[in-house]
Every structure is written in structure tokens, then in C-alpha cells.
């Protein structure tokens, strides 16, 4: 990193509950300094209407004001604004009145993968208020900041975007998340030189502040220390060692912990409904009297925790006429607020008694996925366990912590910290005196900040470095010609640096097969490097031992990539080769352990020609444990991206399938698919087809794998243009196409097939009068939904908005293609609300109990489900809307009563966030009907509680059995 044209280290906290910056001036830096000169920066914000005051921390609230709100002149600020909308201490305060316009918790949802980030979804749940993004709501954190610092400073030359900024991000932020945290920094106009490092990490280096030159009296070799990060919405877990290297000690990252939605929101949610369970009146509560309740509940909690308060009371007031008679309160007391915390989240735990970790995420208040298990103290235990073996390979020792350093607000308490202590005693049934130690954090609300100032001196040269070099050297296989006589690429000698790579970036990707199909990285397999003997190759790229966040150095080399096809990218590992450096070619063998490949599409030019293009590579081995791979073209301005996630990798990921075909019966299966969509005149050749492919694999259609089934995918979409030798095969096209890429989406190369597969939905039927080919159409469309875009899935919806409306075009529709065309529609999770819910009503006021197929049921249910298979939260219809919905099916008299239990059953599921469920008098009013209609124990208990979809539900709720192996939910 140059430093040369800096004159400011910043690092930036971005807080789910508050941010904090700090910053260095390195013009005042002396090699003699004792003691770091790195300062806290107060920003300037909102404090109160009119009152704009510097504050060491910027609460991560924003307020969206409403037309009569506020009064404009007393939200002013010093620099101009595009809008209206403020974030900090006023925005929490006021908005905690207002909470149906008030943003929180942004961060986490910047990490909720079943939503749509860069969607206008918060304030969630809120109606009728202009919404905002959690990227952009991140970007104006940001932005606020820059402004701040720009307007501090004056000179253009300072301005935070021209200086070294570090953000800070959870440790267990998966890579989504990172990249809309510097999708978020680009919008707020910092550029794209931001670096990204860990919380814990960053926590550790401001303790190194600190003791920098006497660090030696607190730790001593071989010590393991545990950083135990608990914030406003993540909890994080690091650990850390002490260890001779070359002569001196050096501190060693060991381990980093899994992603946890968990922490201070959480602690808030119980707390609150503590407190509902004390008002005198049992009325559900209203989404915004939730929400004012939690932000209540917050701020009792602090004054209980940090100012000593025994106890603080609640009040509700309420609205209207009722104003008074409405007002709800009751009292949080300083016990109620230590029971929960010592019983719920930091309870005594051991591995004797210690429930099994559950799968998956809890479906909780406010849309947001928080961990089902809220213990903090068995996570940690499970942290620990999950990394005996590293420690014990290292250390020779278990790993039972010699020292803790807390950080995060929600670990501010002594209470907590002891709790915490006290468990990791029980879970190793240690004695009283090798309780762990506690190094000292006396801000641990800046800390983070702090450390993200000091790492910018430490890559600089200057203080206390905390390695976390890389257990493992790590390799990308390159292809050949001698072993690819279709390559047309010279093969240089192994000695030589002059090597040219083909198939994707420098790997091993198939190359597209005589028939058009591609056996790219065999879906979870591995191809050994596509070859076969000594002629496969691989490129070190990450050599053992090296430091995250270290710059690599290729040798100069020459490379190609494919673009505009699927591809490949093979990758290697070895934690026992010695020597070899970054730049190495070396022979492919049984020294290096396959990884899963990624595979990816390149894309290049306008008109999708696969082409070879001349690159260079710049590889980048992040702070957060990536490697990130920069494709640059020689031949324009192009830069491609790949990222490859090497942290916790452990070879090669285990697919789902349970049957893999034999490669010979997978060629004459697709054989027999060219073959019979070559010939106009063989019929019956293309009718058999099915039973064809059946004979040759020795199984069932059902039995067929996803990786031949999307490889068979491959072949038809290459030869879809014989769709127009018949009805016949255009018929059979359909029907093999959608069965091989159902859902939609899965398979690392989907997203492209779909994408060819949407030009073909745009060109329409070829013969639209036969009967059987009308059908098949909409169940095409129905398979491949889940691969559309939000805006395909939305001009699907106006191609069929005049078959919905119910003008002669319906009326001429046969039935069965009409049933279809429902099913088609309804699967279409990423369609507008408002578009769902004129399927939805139109859907039901055509329903006549003793006619109405099963299939109409389904669709009603898919459209007004609580929790959908593949969209996002977003697109769940309003309780209100549903309710509705409910309420008619339940007045009509049902013949069949199993189809419109289960329709019900998903539209009433119990989510626990209370702006998708239905209100509780809708629910007490649905177990009578269940009652009567004779409902199963599992409609009747997903209605109750909270149950995350199951695989086996899958099949059930998506309409027809899926791909061998494929789990739909929590995928996108």
C-alpha cells in the first residue's frame, strides 16, 4: 500500500447500534514514539432538533422525516445534503417515538441473505414511508462521515476519500456482505481502494495501543487468547497466540468463528417481550408500539447495566380516543434484566448436558434470520471445540482459553464478563484458579475503531503485526495443449515463465464437449486438473505462511481466459509442500488436495462470442482470508473478478447426490439426445426419448442427478432450434428442458443457461395451437421461475395480465393449460406485492369449492406464503392481505379438505416476525376451522411455532420433486 501521498491512517467502525472513527496523522509520527498518537474523531450530527453537536460515537440510526414531521430549518446541516433523511443521535431519539420511520439495524441486514440488499425494503414493515436500501442506508452512515471529516479538515487534499480508510466488518461477514459493505463505501464516494478488516482482530490491535511496549507482562509464549466480540447485532469469536518465529515472539491468528446474528438486538427482543408479558392488559401489539417497545427496553437496559438503576418503568402510550385508557407500563427491574441475560444468553454450560447445535437460522422479529440458539456462552464452547484440534497441534495444550479480551457494547458489564468466564470453566470443568484471565479493554466501544487506525500504521511498518499466515499454500490449475489437442495453445516447458492459460482464468475448466454440453467442474467433483498423468499443471498462487492482507508478486507471465462460457476454475491446497513460492508452476500430484472449484461465466463484448482473451493476473490475498484474483485485459480496459475463499477450507465440498453415473452411460444418454433432435423424420425416436435415457442410465427419471441433469440441460439448449422439426419435438424439448433445469437455479452455472433459456421464452411457442405443446409451455415456465430475474418474473406477469383479467383470450383457454399457466404464475416469488396480490384475488374469487382443481389451492398458498422457498422477505404479501385471503377459503364449503388445510397452513406459517405473521385473533380463530377440517399435527404446529422449512417440506410446497440433492431454501 503507498503511503507516500497520505496524510491520514482513518479507520471506521461501521456499528449495527454505533460507529466510531478514529484516525492518525502520520506527518506527526516519530520513530521514538512510545505511545501511538491515534485520536478519536467526534462527529458532528444531529443531537436534537436545531442542535448539531460533535459526539465520540455515531448512532447507526436513520430517520426518514415525514411531510410534517419536522420542520426542515431544524434538521440544517453544515454542508449541502441531497435529502431530508439524517442518521445519528437525534435520528435514534426522535425516531424511537417514530419508529415506522426510523432505520436500525441496517448491518444486519447487510448480511441477511434472503433479502434483497439493494432493495428499497427499510424501514422494514413500515407503510406508506419512502424506503431506503441497507446498502444505501450504509452508504449514508458513510457519507455522513465523509462529510464530517471533509468539512473538519477544509483542504481538498485531506478529504477522507483521498486518505487510507479501514472499515472494519464482522470476522464471520461472508462475502456478500463484504462486498455490499464496499459497494456501499464506493456509493458514499470512497473509491475503491477501502481496506476491509476484522472486528476481533481490530479489537486485539487496540489493546497492542496500549501495551505496544510492554505487551510482554500480560502475555507470555504458547498462551491462547480468545477475543470475544458481542455487539449490537454479531457476535464474534478469534483466537489468538503467542509464538516464537525466527528468534522473537509473534503474535498468530489461529481461528475464526462462524457467522452469528446474535447480540445486543437480541437481548433487546427478550427484554421486550419480558416487559409485554407485564402489562396488565393481554393485547397483541401493534408493529410500531413493537418497535418503540424494543427501542424502550434498550435504552432501560443501559440505564439498569451502566448507570445503576434498579429499575425503570415502560410506558406505552396509546392512541386516540384511547389515549389514556390505552397507555400500557410496567416495570423492568434490575433482577428481571440479570435472570434473562445469566439464564438466556449467558448461562452456565458443559458438553455433557449441552443441547445439539440446530441447523439454520431462527425466523424472527423484524425479517431478520438471528441464531436459534441465543446462548452466547455454548456458541463459545462450540467455537472452541470446532478448533481443539488446531490448538492442540500447535500449542500441544486443549483449548481452554489462558486469556479473554471482551469487546462490544453488549459485554461493557462486569456481570457478563464474569458469566462468560464462568462457562468456559464449566465446559472444560476447570478449577477456581485457571479461570482465564481478562486483558484489559477500558473503551470497548471504540476499541474497534482504534484498531482500525493502528493495523493502518502496521502496514506501513510500524508497531505490533498480528500474523495469520496461511496454514496452507494454495493453487490454481492452469491448462495445456499437449493434453487439450482443441486448445490450440502453445504449451511452454514447465521451467519456463512464460505460461499461457486457457479456460477461465488461469484453470482447469472442461471444455465444451462435441455436443455442446459442458462437464465444468463436475458440480462438487473435481477433474484433476482436466487431465490425466504429469501434463496437469498448477499455479501457486498463495505460498504457505503467507500473512493475510500481503501483497503477491507474479513473476511476469502471459495468460488467456475463455469468455462468454461456462468455466472452471480448479484450485489446490497443501499444508505440507515446503518451497514452493508464489509464481511456482509445478506438476500436478498426489501433493496437492483438490478444492471445489468455482465456476463462473466471463463476460466479454456485446454479441456473446466465446473468445480467448489475452490477460495479466493480479492476484490479492485479502485481510479477510480471500483470494482475490484480478483478470486485467490486454486488449481493452476490462478487470474481472474472482474471489476464492481459503479460510476453514478442508479439500474438496461433498456433494448432495447420492447416485453418480458412470461417464460411459452419461455420454450415450447424451448421444441419444443429439440423435433424436436431429432427425425431422424419426418421431417416434423422440418420443421414446425418456425411456431411452432410462434404459441406458439404468434409472428412473426421478433417480437422475442434478450434474446430469444440467449437463442433458447443456445439449438441449444448444439444439433449440430443433424445436421447429414438430410439434413432437418441440413438445419433448419442453417437457426434458424444464425437468432438467428445475428449479431454476442451484447449479453454479444456472444463472447462464437461464439466461438462454429467457431468449427462448421471448420468441414464444413454436406451434401455440397444439394442445399438449400449450401445456408444456407453462410448465417450462413454471420450472425455470426460480431462475428469473425480479424483472423477468415481472414481464412474465404482464405477458399473461390479459389471461388474468379474464377477457376472451382466458375464456378460450382449455382448463388444464389454464391450471398450468396458475402454477407458472404463482411460482414467481420475485414479482412485485402489488403484482401477487391481483393474482392472488383474482385467483380466489374465481373459486368454487366442488370445482376448483388442487392446483388453484396451491397457487393461492404459494403466492400468499409467510415464507417463501427462493425470494426475498420483501416480497411476503401483507398479513392484512392474506388474512383476507384466509378468511374466504375458510367460509366456503370444502369437499376435499387436505389441499386447502395446507393452503392455509402456509399462508397463517408463524414466522415470529410479527410485520409477516397474522395478527393473533386471525390465528385463534383458524385452530376451530383446523378442528373441523380434521388438519394434521404439522399444519396445526407450523401455525403455532416457528419451524423452518425442511427439505422434505420442499417438494411439497415447490409442486413437484426436486433435483437429487438440491435444497431450495436459503440459497439465494
Not at 521451467?495 to 458440480?523: K, R
Not at 504457505?544 to 461456462?566: A, C, H, K, W, Y
Not at 513460492?581 to 454479441?607: A, H, W, Y
Not at 402456509?906 to 380434521?934: A, H
Amino acid at each position: 500500500m503507498d503511503f507516500q501521498d497520505k496524510r491520514y491512517v482513518v479507520g471506521i467502525d461501521l456499528g449495527t447500534t454505533n460507529s466510531a472513527v478514529s484516525f492518525v496523522d502520520l506527518a506527526t509520527l516519530s520513530a521514538g514514539d512510545k505511545k501511538r498518537p491515534i485520536k478519536m474523531f467526534k462527529v458532528p450530527q444531529l443531537t436534537g432538533a436545531g442542535e448539531f453537536t460533535p459526539v465520540p460515537v455515531l448512532p447507526s440510526f436513520l430517520y426518514i422525516p415525514g411531510e410534517y414531521d419536522i420542520s426542515r430549518k431544524s434538521l440544517k446541516h453544515p454542508w449541502k445534503r441531497e435529502k431530508d433523511q439524517f442518521v445519528g443521535v437525534f435520528a435514534r431519539d426522535h425516531g424511537g417515538a417514530v419508529p415506522s420511520r426510523l432505520v436500525s439495524s441496517a448491518k444486519s441486514w447487510l448480511c441477511h441473505a434472503r433479502a434483497d440488499r439493494q432493495a428499497k425494503i427499510l424501514p422494514w414493515g413500515a407503510q406508506g414511508v419512502e424506503k431506503i436500501s441497507p446498502v444505501e442506508t450504509t452508504a449514508e452512515f458513510l457519507r455522513h462521515i465523509k462529510k464530517s471529516w471533509n468539512h473538519f479538515v477544509k483542504d481538498e487534499d485531506l478529504f477522507l476519500e483521498n486518505q487510507f480508510t479501514v472499515i472494519t466488518v464482522p470476522a464471520s461477514f461472508d462475502e456478500e456482505a463484504r462486498e455490499f459493505t464496499l459497494e456501499a463505501a464506493r456509493m458514499a464516494g470512497l473509491g475503491n481502494r477501502v481496506t476491509l478488516l476484522e472486528e476481533p482482530l481490530a479489537a486485539f490491535y487496540a489493546w497492542l495501543i496500549r501495551h505496544e511496549h510492554d505487551w510482554q507482562q500480560f502475555v507470555k509464549p504458547d498462551d491462547l487468547i480468545l477475543v470475544c466480540d458481542v455487539g449490537g447485532g454479531t457476535t464474534d469469536f478469534t483466537l489468538i497466540t503467542l509464538k516464537a518465529s525466527q528468534g522473537s515472539p509473534r503474535f498468530e491468528r489461529l481461528a475464526v468463528g462462524d457467522h452469528l446474528i446474535l447480540g445486543g438486538d437480541n437481548i433487546d427482543l427478550a427484554l421486550a417481550r419480558y416487559v409485554e408479558s407485564q402489562f396488565s392488559q393481554k393485547s397483541a401489539l401493534s408493529g410500531d408500539k413493537w418497535k418503540t417497545l424494543c427501542h424502550k427496553c434498550r435504552s432501560a437496559k443501559e440505564q439498569i447495566l451502566e448507570k445503576g438503576e434498579e429499575r425503570v418503568r415502560i410506558t406505552l402510550k396509546g392512541e386516540g380516543r384511547s389515549l389514556i385508557a390505552g397507555t400500557l407500563a410496567a416495570d423492568l427491574t434490575r433482577d428481571a434484566v440479570k435472570n434473562i441475560l445469566c439464564n438466556g444468553f449467558f448461562p452456565d454450560v458443559t458438553p455433557e448436558t449441552d443441547a445439539r447445535k440446530k441447523k439454520g437460522k431462527a425466523m424472527a422479529e423484524f425479517g431478520l434470520p438471528y441464531e436459534q440458539e441465543p446462548a452466547i456462552t455454548r456458541h463459545i464452547g462450540w467455537f472452541l471445540e470446532k478448533h481443539r484440534q488446531d490448538v492442540i497441534d500447535l500449542l500441544g495444550k486443549p483449548p481452554i482459553p489462558d486469556l479473554i479480551l471482551f469487546n462490544g457494547g453488549s459485554l461493557k458489564p462486569s456481570l457478563l464478563q464474569d458469566r462468560t468466564r464462568s462457562a468456559i470453566r464449566s465446559w472444560f470443568a476447570m478449577d477456581d484458579d485457571t479461570l482465564p484471565g481478562v486483558l484489559e479493554n477500558g473503551e470497548p466501544d471504540l476499541s474497534v475503531a482504534l484498531g482500525a487506525s493502528y493495523y493502518g500504521l502496521v502496514k506501513q511498518g510500524t508497531g505490533v503485526r498480528v500474523g495469520s499466515g496461511s496454514p496452507r499454500s494454495y493453487y490454481i490449475g492452469i491448462a495445456a495443449e499437449e493434453r487439450r489437442p482443441d486448445a490450440g495453445v502453445a504449451n511452454p516447458p514447465l521451467e519456463s515463465q512464460d505460461v499461457t492459460v486457457v479456460d477461465g482464468a488461469i484453470l482447469n475448466g472442461e471444455f465444451a464437449n462435441g455436443d455442446g454440453s459442458f462437464a465444468a467442474g463436475n458440480h462438487g467433483g473435481h477433474t484433476n486438473g482436466g487431465g490425466t498423468g504429469n501434463s496437469a499443471r498448477a499455479l501457486c498462487v498463495v505460498e504457505r505462511g503467507l500473512d493475510e492482507g500481503s501483497t503477491i508478486v507474479l513473476p511476469q507471465m502471459s495468460f488467456e481466459v475463455l469468455t462468454n462460457q461456462p468455466v472452471s476454475f480448479d484450485m489446490f491446497s497443501s499444508s505440507f509442500r515446503s518451497g514452493d513460492r508464489s509464481g511456482d508452476v509445478v506438476v500436478v500430484d498426489d501433493t496437492l488436495t483438490p478444492m471445489t472449484p468455482l465456476q463462473t461465466v466471463i463476460r466479454f463484448g456485446k454479441k456473446d462470442e466465446k473468445r480467448r482473451i489475452p490477460v495479466t493476473i493480479e492476484p490479492e490475498y485479502t485481510e479477510l482470508g480471500t483470494l482475490a484474483m484480478w483478470c486485467k485485459s490486454c486488449i481493452s480496459s476490462h478487470r474481472w473478478k474472482l474471489q476464492f475463499q481459503l479460510r476453514d477450507v478442508q479439500g474438496v465440498l461433498e456433494t448432495r447426490e447420492t447416485e453418480v453415473f458412470d461417464e460411459d452411460q452419461v455420454a450415450r444418454a447424451l448421444k441419444s439426445v443429439t440423435s433424436a433432435f436431429s432427425n425431422k423424420q424419426d418421431i417416434k425416436k423422440v418420443q421414446q426419448l425418456t425411456k431411452s435415457i432410462e434404459s441406458i442410465l439404468g434409472q428412473k427419471k426421478g433417480a437422475w442427478s442434478l450434474s446430469f441433469l444440467r449437463r442433458m440441460a447443456d445439449v438441449l439448449i444448444e439444439r433449440s432450434e430443433t424445436r421447429k422439426l414438430s410439434p413432437a419435438h418441440e413438445v419433448k424439448w419442453l417437457n426434458l428442458m424444464g425437468f432438467c433445469i428445475r428449479p431454476g437455479f442451484g447449479d453454479a452455472f444456472d444463472e447462464e443457461r437461464v439466461r438462454k433459456l429467457w431468449k427462448i421464452y421471448l420468441g414464444g411457442l413454436i406451434f401455440p395451437k397444439s394442445r399438449q405443446n400449450a401445456v408444456d409451455w407453462w410448465i417450462f415456465c413454471r420450472r425455470i421461475a426460480g431462475g428469473l430475474t425480479a424483472g423477468q418474473q415481472r414481464q412474465f406477469f404482464q405477458d399473461i395480465s390479459s389471461l388474468v383479467s379474464g377477457g376472451s383470450a382466458a375464456k378460450k383457454m382449455p382448463p388444464q393449460e389454464m391450471t398450468e399457466m396458475w402454477m407458472a404464475a404463482a411460482n414467481m416469488e420475485r414479482l412485485l406485492v402489488k403484482d401477487k396480490v391481483v393474482l392472488g384475488r383474482k385467483l380466489l374469487n374465481g373459486m368454487k369449492p366442488a370445482k376448483t382443481p388442487r392446483q388453484h389451492l396451491w397457487a393461492v398458498s404459494r403466492l400468499g406464503a409467510r415464507e417463501l422457498l427462493y425470494g426475498s422477505v420483501d416480497r411476503v404479501i401483507s398479513a392484512r392481505e392474506v388474512g383476507a385471503w384466509v378468511q374466504k377459503l375458510m367460509k366456503m364449503s370444502w369437499t376435499q379438505k387436505e389441499p386447502v388445510v395446507l393452503a392455509v397452513a402456509q399462508m397463517v406459517r408463524k414466522t415470529d416476525d410479527r410485520t409477516r405473521d397474522l395478527s393473533r385473533e386471525m390465528v385463534d380463530d383458524i385452530f376451530p376451522w383446523f378442528e373441523n377440517m380434521g388438519a394434521g399435527k404439522e399444519a396445526v404446529a407450523m401455525v403455532k411455532q416457528a419451524i423452518p422449512i425442511e427439505s422434505r417440506e420442499e417438494s411439497q410446497i415447490y409442486g413437484e420433486s426436486l433435483p437429487q440433492g438440491l435444497i431450495l431454501t436459503n440459497t439465494k
